[in-house]
């Protein structure tokens, strides 16, 4: 017999992976500059020259066989405690590097915070659209994902969030700036937030957890002040990743935290070690752990992001084309001309186009563009959007 559910998972294809498989094939046919890939969030601007300064000077100096070797599962010692001690001066948090497990990127984090918490028929709620994966992890656990509505601006809808918040809800998990809409949470959204949640913890005298995913947290095109949610919820737990703004996605590292001031944070966190061990993570890879202490608090030259975002969005509006005015993340989302988005962006093809249609989002007749890519191909796309906008109009 065969898991049913792994098999539907496995067999059942990421657009956004297809759409990338496409491109390459696409680029082998045609030419690189011809086909204009917007599929993937793969960033597209080297990591900082002192992650791979480190890197040498780790590899050349320090002893090979420590290095390389397994760590404890939740992660050095060292860097867990810097990593508390970062936040904690940058987001005036009070973390404890004890409460902070290591992971293979905010994938693992995600999967792991889930697997911890959720018991079957339990219900994570999030806000549409959101990263499809979420469905994943919690389905995989016999749990239900409950997706709460945007409002006009692509915020939580707070009347169907409080509608939907049951004795069931476990977790309410949000992902601030937004994969897909680059939509940010401020100040204000955040308190709003907790106050439903805590109204909500008191009517079903039980905790609900709220987690960000915050892989963006650093790629916010405003002045704001990004409202660290330890400081908000008790309950609370952030999972975060390297991948996007130090540009190191393929090498899977990032972290979880445990607000220590969870109710039974030595249960909550012995759950965390628990799913890890469960999932197979014996550590989080150990030359990137090294690496961390060294390079917190710097980034990617991510202001060639907001080059990128300024030209598509002012391009896309004058076309015609509706665009959500991303706050963060590199990421468009723009309303497709066909009811169908994926009718919209199989017909966008035909211009050498590679849009994913928001349908794994949880969300119906809208695009996304993943402008993480060279400012040469937005340059050279913008008339092949044009094209597209003509052949609907
Ligand atoms: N969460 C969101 C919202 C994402 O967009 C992504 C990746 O695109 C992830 C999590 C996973 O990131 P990582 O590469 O760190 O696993």
């Known amino acids: ?20 498989t496409y491109a390459l094939q696409r680029k ?23 992650v791979n300064e480190t890197l040498v000077k780790i590899l050349t100096e320090e002893d090979s066989v420590k290095i390389h070797g ?10 867990r405690d810097s990593i508390a001690s970062y936040l904690n001066k940058t987001y005036e948090t009070k973390l404890d590097g004890r409460y902070i497990f290591l992971t293979c990127g905010a994938a693992a984090s995600l999967a792991i915070v889930i697997k911890a918490l959720i018991t079957p028929y339990e219900e994570m709620i999030v806000f549409a659209p959101h990263f499809p994966e979420y469905r994943t992890y919690v389905e995989a656990m016999g749990g239900v994902l409950v997706p709460v509505l945007p409002d006009q601006d692509f915020l939580p809808d707070f009347i169907d969030l409080e509608k939907k918040i049951t004795h069931k809800t476990k977790i309410v998990l949000y992902n601030s700036p937004n994969n897909p809409t680059g939509s940010f949470y401020n100040e204000d959204i955040i308190k709003k937030l907790v106050d439903i949640l805590s109204k909500k913890e008191k009517e079903y005298d039980h905790p609900i957890y709220l987690v960000s995913d915050e892989p963006y947290r650093e790629l916010l095109y405003k002045e704001e002040k990004y409202p660290f949610i330890t400081n908000y919820y ?51 890879p150990a030359l990137f752990q090294h690496l961390i202490p060294y390079v917190l608090g710097y980034t990617s030259n991510l202001d060639e992001y907001k080059k990128n975002q300024e030209l598509l969005y002012r391009s896309l509006k004058e076309i015609g084309y509706e665009v959500v005015k991303p706050t963060g993340a590199f990421y468009l989302f ?35 563009i993943a402008y993480c890519v060279s400012y040469q191909q937005i340059v050279n796309s913008l008339p092949a959007f044009k094209k597209l906008y003509n052949y609907y109009k």
């Open 28 to 50: 082998a046919e045609i030419g690189e500059d011809k086909v204009f890939d917007f599929s993937i969030g793969n960033p597209s601007i080297p990591a900082p020259s002192i």
């Open 234 to 284: 008790d309950n609370s737990l952030v999972c975060y990743s390297f991948s996007k703004c130090l540009s190191l996605p393929g090498e899977r590292i990032g972290y979880i935290v445990v607000n220590p001031k969870c109710e039974d944070v030595n249960d909550i966190y012995a759950l965390i070690c628990g799913a890890a061990s469960m999932l197979g993570y014996i550590c989080a």
């Open 334 to 368: 723009v309303k497709a001309l066909d009811e169908d988005a994926e009718k919209f962006s199989e017909t966008a093809k035909k211009f050498e186009l590679l849009l994913v249609p928001s349908d794994p989002f949880d969300y119906k007749g809208y695009v996304r």
């Open 1 to 20: 017999m065969f898991n049913k559910k792994m098999l539907e998972i496995g067999y059942s294809q990421s657009t956004i992976r297809d759409l990338y």
């Open 70 to 79: 397994y760590t404890v599962s939740a992660g050095e010692k060292n860097v």
